[in-house]
């Protein structure tokens, strides 16, 4: 079946500081990849979506390219402020019924 | 704010008991998708609706069984409920089929204490 393994948290860092973290999915065909945010409290949200290879990402300052060579779609950002601190999910899309979502990467920003 | 409304937004009950939980979807999203977030489980997907009808099914027990009204609003009820229900339970809604392409939309949850 599809998976999606993204870097384990939590992650720490000071403000402007760069940010990545890594995802690497398994699935059969051509699967949509997304990133999405859940700040405390709230419901996921999309934070940017890649559907087919080299594709890229970005919103808010955040990028991330789709590699099918590496099936990757890790997600970056020259310089987080504290009110990136959240929870960053990867996510992939097969059609109907089948998205799968990673474990999700605790963020926090220190001032 | 995403447009996806849940109610209610806290639920706490008792073992074996029946809970129904509640979404309405963004203006014109025809899919409603439900989906449980545990700690031990990740976000798991349960059941998406499409235009009031079943569309594909994931991790749903039999305990568990949900519609979509005309009005496209859409009910997960939860019956017999165990401890290990205990959890996040978000609604999500997008405009199409459900296609990979699809953006989902998601509602803030509803969190369900089982004691």
């Known amino acids: 079946g599809n998976s999606v393994t993204q870097m384990e948290g939590p992650v720490t860092l000071s403000e402007e500081a760069f940010l990545t973290i890594n995802c690497t999915y398994t699935a059969t065909g051509y699967p949509s990849l997304f990133w999405y945010v859940q700040y405390p409290g709230e419901g996921l949200q999309l934070l940017l979506k890649a559907t087919k290879a080299d594709d890229k990402g970005s919103n808010k300052g955040f990028e991330a390219t789709y590699r099918k060579e590496t099936t990757s779609f890790h997600l970056e950002k020259g310089s987080v402020q504290v009110s990136d601190s959240a929870v960053y999910f990867c996510?992939?899309?097969?059609?109907?019924?089948?998205?799968?979502f990673g474990d999700g990467t605790t963020l926090t920003v220190k001032p | 704010d995403s447009g996806v409304t849940q109610t209610p937004k806290h639920l706490i009950t008792a073992t074996g008991q029946r809970v129904t939980l509640r979404c309405s979807p963004r203006s014109g999203d025809l899919s409603v998708y439900w989906y449980q977030q545990s700690l031990d489980q990740g976000l798991q997907f349960l059941i998406q609706y499409y235009n009031g009808e079943e569309r594909a099914k994931g991790n749903i027990l039999e305990r568990f069984s949900a519609q979509q009204f005309p009005d496209l609003h859409s009910e997960l009820n939860l019956s017999s409920l165990e401890l290990g229900d205990s959890a996040l339970y978000f609604c999500?809604?997008?405009?199409?089929?459900?296609?990979?392409?699809?953006?989902?939309?998601f509602g803030p949850g509803t969190r369900l204490t089982v004691l």
């Open positions: 999500a809604s997008s405009g199409g089929l459900g296609t990979r392409t699809d953006t989902q939309y």
């Open positions: 996510a992939l899309s097969a059609g109907a019924g089948k998205s799968t």
